[in-house]
């Protein structure tokens, strides 16, 4: 192993272990510093600012979005600020590098309307369409991450005070409520998966697949997409992360305090959350126009 390869693996090493950095992170940035060592010939550690413009501008070349030059830029730059922290370097090339703004993003939601909609209409004849069921509404009761869902432990639940604890991102714990609806389609859920898969009352996770095992991120984009259009009759393109928005953005709706939100959602920081404020622009002015004495002027 080279020089620079080893430098890259204690690097890596460091994110996940004394960061936490989640295991998809952890990928996308040994790729896009792999790439950066590999486009020079020798791939070696010291470089100038002149060959750092030609790597950005050979990924701009690429036509890659703004979000992706941004994130290689970030990648790269951090790697050499540990280069410096740890002595292997005196100067990180990229100090005055400046990645491309990016316009924030409106998050897309569902209506309250079609949020409700959806979860009525959710058969729950069979064992798999309770499990869906149960996974779709404790989706939007929680606004959990994909990745804290199915990863969600029989342990970390608290029925009677409708209470789940959570790990989320940086191993931070946070403890998030449930509604009635979402605890009573899981209850059900739960005695029906120990009924017809005894062994897994003593399986970890909450959300298991056919075979009993933990069902994965995957299979639950899958299963939205697919129960969605089915019900709805819509090709409205729908995913788990849309459920997280649109808890978001209901709950600020209906008056939320904003940093309840950010609490609930496991935010590190407030800017995060008040994305959603965005979208609760037309209803702003809606009650002006309703509410303020001389707007009808």
């Known amino acids: 192993m080279d020089q620079e390869s080893r430098y890259l693996k204690r690097y890596i090493d460091y994110l996940g272990h004394i960061k936490k950095f989640s295991p998809h992170t952890l990928k996308a940035y040994r790729s896009d510093i792999s790439q950066f060592l590999a486009y020079f010939e020798k791939g070696e550690l010291p470089v100038d600012k002149t060959q750092v413009r ?30 410096v922290d740890i002595g292997a370097l005196k100067k990180n090339p990229f100090d005055g590098i400046n990645s491309p703004k990016i316009s924030q993003r409106i998050p897309q939601i569902l209506t309250i309307g079609e949020m409700n909609q959806f979860l009525d209409l959710l058969p729950e004849t ?24 199915t990863r969600l432990k029989t342990g970390d639940i608290q029925f009677e005070e409708r209470l789940i604890r959570i790990l989320g991102k940086g191993k931070k714990e946070r403890i998030v409520p449930f509604n009635d609806a979402a605890g009573q389609t899981l209850r059900k859920y739960l005695r029906e998966r120990d009924r017809l898969n005894p062994e897994a009352r003593e399986r970890e ?4 697949n056919s075979r009993g095992g933990r069902i994965s991120e995957r299979s639950v984009e899958r299963i939205l997409q697919q129960v969605y259009l089915k019900l709805m009759h819509s ?30 959602l496991g935010h590190a920081n407030l800017s995060t959350t008040e994305k959603y404020t965005t979208l609760n622009y037309s209803d702003l002015l809606k009650t002006y126009k309703k509410f303020h004495p001389r707007s009808g002027q």
């Open 205 to 208: 996770y909450v959300f298991v």
């Open 54 to 83: 030609d790597f950005i501008s050979f990924v701009f070349s690429q036509n890659r979005e703004k979000t992706t030059i941004a994130r290689k830029i970030y990648a790269v730059k951090s790697f050499y600020a540990y280069l």
């Open 126 to 149: 069979t064992f798999l369409e309770l499990r869906n069921k149960a996974v779709f509404e404790f989706l939007y009761a929680t606004g959990l991450r994909i990745s804290e869902l």
């Open 235 to 264: 090709g409205k393109h729908v995913y788990p992360h849309l459920f997280r928005h649109s808890f978001a953005s209901h709950l600020l709706q209906e008056g939320a305090n904003l940093r309840v939100i950010q609490e609930l």
